[in-house]
């Protein structure tokens, strides 16, 4: 089993900036891949950015150039910059964790929402 617990978020204008931090415990594979995903009243959840326990990253086209994922492997901790955020960036973030292997079990954070007024 593995918990995350997710911090950050909250209220800005466009064009300001937030940080999401996320950290796992419990028992996790070694390779492993953590990271964000986004969810709208009545849409399906969406990939924000994701990063491996190697720094191999992967983003979303909405935020590259905007938005930058980083990890802390020594305390299983990821990091969400987000800049000029806007409206539409709007949603409930939630961490993700699963490992690299084919059938690893997914785990989700309790996620945090983002609001970013006009």
């Known amino acids: 089993q593995v918990q995350l617990v997710q911090s950050g978020g909250g209220l800005v204008q466009a064009g300001g900036s937030l940080r999401l931090s996320c950290a796992a415990d419990g028992s996790m594979p070694t390779d492993n891949v953590m990271g964000w995903y986004r969810q709208t009243p009545g849409t399906q959840r969406e990939l924000v950015a994701v990063?491996?326990?190697?720094?191999?990253?992967n983003y979303a086209e909405f935020v590259k150039g905007r938005f930058t994922i980083s990890g802390d492997n020594a305390k299983n901790t990821v990091f969400l910059q987000m800049n000029n955020l806007k409206p539409e960036d709007t949603a409930l973030y939630y961490c993700?964790?699963?490992?690299?292997?084919?059938?690893?079990?997914?785990?989700w954070g309790q996620g945090t929402q983002v609001t970013v007024s006009s």
């Open positions: 990063i491996s326990n190697r720094g191999l990253t």
């Open positions: 993700v964790f699963t490992g690299t292997r084919a059938g690893s079990d997914v785990y």
